[in-house]
């Protein structure tokens, strides 16, 4: 064998071939302690530029791809992720170089999310376990924590031939519970929307759907009550949890005297072309279930909610809430509740307009933004239909989002910091809507407020915002009218 035969030969073996380098689809990667994603600061392609974690936003600089030579590539495959200067000790920075094969390129992806360089043994760690924009990723000694997790989610479907909750269930964050009176929230789901009490004779129907996933059947409901009056005394769990919502006065929630069901048929609407009915709840109507045996989030655990509500019918009184509550019906401590908030009260300022507002009850307080006064991105939402989110990860982030639910997208109201003393939360489980926390016990309040629900899910885990912006197509593409 000649020189050059065996020069090629020695080149070959040091040099990856195309076909063991090609790499496979870009994803982001994502922090599951933050929702942000692992990122190219600034977008640069620079050698030597710096990782951080950033707000989800699709571009390049958040695109990373494996190859079957063990490289992390970003910026449309042409930089390495590179354990900077080839450190022995935790805290050296990570960087992005031209990919040239050397071994502070070689990293490992284990089962548990983290990601380890392969030279070093370390692991990429978001510095500080803050979950701030900005904040630089590192290499420090692995340690299962969370800020060394990263995992790459799956796109969320487009909104045709599914509902909100197989969406939520495709980006990582399934429904616990999920409620309407208007239409099937899974594309599949063919149960009952809700239950219907008539005061003739004190029948009950359960009201279904006029096709499998489509909208509910109020042909079902009109004969039912017709020539008589009705009211609506539960609010069936389409998430296979069992989170049914019974009216706070009834004899499934033991203790409960100061709330009646409301009536059946205060408003009609139209989606998808068919008539339906709301949940119109006015002052004196709440529905409540215990759900921290049956997957609604406890503690510090992350996690989502969103409603349709209406901007048209609010008063101040308080509390038009949905979502997580005391399981004692008693406003316990600060972090006790996690629920969206819509009227127009606004405790603590911060809310531009006259409302009604997006807001968060967390207990002793309703919060517009983590402080109030400088929270400019709030703004009312006077729409017939509105789209209202709160997500929380339980120890250091919330965010607040709403929007018109006929067309457009989500309007962002605030992404930052818990307020002072809410940290960590100490969420009980139970869910509400139409109340707040400390009803309806004899001697208990919380019951003043008026309010119009028309669908909402309660999700595990801290939705990423392209699952919210899917969330919020396969709303408008309802049909509310």
């Known amino acids: 064998?000649?020189?050059?035969?065996?020069?090629?030969?020695?080149?070959?073996?040091?040099?990856?071939?195309?076909?063991?380098?090609?790499?496979?689809?870009?994803?982001?990667?994502?922090?599951?302690?933050?929702?942000?994603?692992?990122?190219?600061?600034?977008?640069?392609?620079?050698?030597?530029?710096?990782?951080?974690?950033?707000?989800?936003?699709?571009?390049?600089?958040?695109a990373f791809e494996w190859t079957s030579a063990g490289e992390l590539r970003s910026m449309s495959g042409t930089r390495c992720v590179d354990a900077y200067d080839d450190r022995t000790a935790p805290g050296a920075p990570v960087v992005i170089r031209s990919c040239d094969g050397r071994a502070t390129q070689v990293w490992r992806q284990n089962s548990d999310g983290s990601?380890?360089?392969?030279?070093?043994?370390?692991?990429?760690?978001?510095?500080?376990?803050?979950?701030?924009?900005?904040?630089?990723?590192?290499?420090?000694t692995c340690n299962g924590r969370s800020n060394q997790n990263w995992s790459t989610p799956t796109a969320p479907p487009s909104p045709g031939g599914t509902g909100p909750c197989d969406i939520y269930a495709t980006g990582g964050t399934p429904c616990v519970a999920a409620h309407s009176t208007v239409r099937a929230l899974?594309?599949?789901?063919?149960?009952?929307?809700?239950?219907?009490?008539?005061?003739?004779?004190?029948?009950?129907?359960?009201?279904?759907?006029?096709?499998?996933?489509?909208?509910?059947?109020?042909?079902?409901?009109?004969?039912f009550c017709a020539g008589t009056?009705?009211?609506?005394?539960?609010?069936?769990?389409?998430?296979?949890?069992?989170?049914?919502?019974?009216?706070?006065?009834?004899?499934?929630?033991?203790?409960?005297?100061?709330?009646?069901?409301?009536?059946?048929?205060?408003?009609?609407?139209?989606?998808?072309?068919s008539k339906a009915y709301s949940l119109y709840i006015n002052p004196?109507?709440?529905?409540?279930?215990?759900?921290?045996?049956?997957?609604?989030?406890?503690?510090?655990?992350?996690?989502?909610?969103?409603?349709?509500?209406?901007?048209?019918?609010?008063?101040?009184?308080?509390?038009?809430?949905?979502?997580?509550?005391?399981?004692?019906?008693?406003?316990?401590?600060?972090?006790?509740?996690?629920?969206?908030?819509?009227?127009?009260?606004c405790w603590f300022g911060g809310c531009a307009g006259s409302g009604p507002w997006v807001q968060a009850d967390l207990e002793w307080g309703l919060y517009s933004g983590g402080s109030q006064s400088w929270n400019t991105r709030q703004r009312a939402f006077p729409d017939k239909?509105?789209?209202?989110?709160l997500k929380n990860n339980g120890t250091s982030r919330f965010a607040l989002k709403g929007g018109n639910a006929q067309s457009g997208g989500l309007t962002a109201l605030w992404d930052g910091a818990l307020p002072g003393g809410y940290s960590p939360m100490k969420k009980q489980g139970a869910i509400v809507l139409g109340s707040g926390g400390d009803c309806c016990k004899p001697g208990g309040g919380a019951n003043l407020s008026a309010g119009t629900f028309y669908e909402g899910a309660m999700v595990a885990g801290y939705p990423s915002d392209a699952t919210d912006d899917a969330v919020q197509a396969n709303i408008t593409a309802a049909g509310y009218r």
């Open 1 to 62: 064998m000649g020189c050059l035969s065996v020069c090629l030969v020695a080149l070959l073996t040091v040099l990856p071939t195309t076909a063991s380098a090609r790499p496979a689809s870009a994803a982001p990667l994502v922090s599951p302690a933050s929702g942000r994603c692992l990122d190219v600061k600034g977008n640069v392609d620079a050698p030597g530029t710096t990782l951080d974690i950033w707000d989800c936003n699709g571009q390049v600089n958040q």
């Open 115 to 140: 990601v380890t360089g392969v030279r070093s043994g370390f692991c990429l760690d978001v510095n500080g376990a803050s979950t701030a924009n900005g904040t630089a990723v590192i290499l420090w």
């Open 186 to 223: 899974y594309g599949s789901y063919n149960g009952s929307l809700y239950q219907v009490r008539r005061s003739s004779d004190n029948a009950t129907r359960d009201i279904g759907l006029l096709t499998p996933g489509g909208v509910a059947d109020a042909a079902a409901q009109d004969s």
């Open 229 to 273: 009056s009705c009211v609506i005394t539960v609010v069936r769990d389409q998430s296979g949890h069992g989170n049914d919502l019974w009216y706070q006065g009834s004899a499934q929630v033991p203790g409960s005297s100061q709330s009646s069901p409301a009536k059946a048929s205060s408003e009609s609407l139209t989606a998808g072309g």
């Open 284 to 345: 004196g109507n709440s529905y409540w279930r215990d759900g921290h045996l049956t997957g609604v989030p406890t503690g510090a655990a992350p996690e989502g909610a969103y409603m349709v509500t209406s901007g048209t019918h609010v008063n101040s009184g308080c509390c038009f809430d949905y979502g997580n509550s005391e399981t004692t019906r008693k406003a316990d401590a600060a972090g006790a509740m996690d629920a969206i908030n819509f009227g127009t009260q």
């Open 385 to 389: 239909f509105v789209t209202a989110m």
